[in-house]
C-alpha cells in the first residue's frame, strides 16, 4: 500500500519492539532475498532448494518459495495476462519483505518475465539484501526438459500467455550472477550462489552462518 492511499484509508505503520537487527541476532545471519529468475524448466526451483539445504547445514534460517506454490494459495485469483503477472510479483515482493524484516534468508523461484517488475521487487530493499539470479537456458532446452508436457500445450494454443512461446521474457541486464544451466551441473551452480553470498558477507555483512 503506497503511503497516499494508507493516508486515505486511515493505515498507519506500526513498529514493533523487536526490530529485524534483534531477529538477525538471533538467527546469526542477515536477511535477505535470492532472486531466481529465468524461464520455465530453466531449474530455478532445483537450484534454490539446493542452496537451502547448503544453508541450512550452515544453520542458517531460510525459506524457498516457488511460483506453482504460491499460486496455489496466496496468488489463485491470478491469470497469466500481463497485469495479473505484476500483480502476483508485487504480492510476492511484500511477501518477501516480511521475510527479509524477519532474519530470514528466503530464495525464490519465479519466471518474473518483465525487468519493471523485478525492479519494482529490488527497490523494496536497501543494496546487498536483494541478489538476482539469472537462469539462462534456451528456450528449445527448456522445452525437452518439461515433464508436465506445458510447452507442447502452449505451442498448440491450450495454455495461453506462456513465457517463451507467447509471452515475452525479458532477461536481467546487470543480474548479480547468471547461470547458464544447459552447461552446469545443479550443484555446481548452486556452489556458486554461494560463493556469491559469501562475497556479500565480506563487503556488506549481509548474511553470515551461524559457527
Known amino acids: 500500500?503506497?503511503?497516499?492511499?494508507?493516508?486515505?484509508?486511515?493505515?498507519?505503520?506500526?513498529?514493533?519492539?523487536?526490530t529485524q537487527e534483534h531477529r538477525e541476532k538471533v538467527h546469526g545471519h542477515k536477511g535477505a532475498v535470492i532472486w531466481f529468475t529465468g524461464l520455465s524448466a530453466s531449474g530455478k526451483s532445483t537450484i534454490a532448494?539446493?542452496?537451502?539445504?547448503?544453508?541450512h547445514k550452515k544453520g542458517c534460517s531460510t525459506y524457498v518459495l516457488d511460483g506453482d506454490n504460491v499460486r496455489h494459495g496466496l496468488c489463485s485469483?491470478?491469470?497469466?495476462?500481463p497485469e495479473d503477472r505484476a500483480e502476483n510479483i508485487r504480492r510476492i515482493g511484500e511477501m518477501v519483505k516480511l521475510f527479509v524484516d524477519a532474519g530470514i534468508i528466503v530464495l525464490t523461484a519465479f519466471i518474473s518475465p518483465y525487468r519493471k517488475d523485478r525492479r519494482m521487487v529490488r527497490s523494496l530493499f536497501d543494496y546487498g539484501h536483494f541478489l538476482e539470479i539469472?537462469?539462462?537456458?534456451?528456450?528449445e532446452e527448456c522445452a525437452k526438459r518439461d515433464k508436465k508436457g506445458i510447452y507442447e500445450k502452449a505451442k498448440a494454443g491450450i495454455i495461453k500467455n506462456f513465457t517463451g512461446?507467447?509471452?515475452?521474457?525479458?532477461p536481467p541486464y546487470t543480474p548479480e550472477l547468471v547461470i547458464k544451466s544447459q552447461e552446469e551441473d545443479a550443484r555446481a551452480?548452486?556452489?556458486?550462489?554461494?560463493?556469491?553470498m559469501e562475497e556479500y558477507i565480506i563487503v556488506n555483512r549481509t548474511l553470515k552462518a551461524k559457527k
Not at 539469472?134 to 528456450?139: F, R, S, T
Open 1 to 18: 500500500m503506497n503511503s497516499e492511499v494508507a493516508k486515505k484509508n486511515n493505515v498507519t505503520w506500526f513498529n514493533g519492539y523487536v
Open 49 to 55: 532448494h539446493l542452496v537451502e539445504k547448503e544453508l
Open 77 to 81: 485469483d491470478l491469470s497469466f495476462r
Open 134 to 139: 539469472y537462469v539462462e537456458c534456451p528456450v
Open 165 to 170: 512461446i507467447s509471452a515475452p521474457y525479458e
Open 189 to 196: 551452480s548452486a556452489a556458486r550462489v554461494i560463493e556469491l
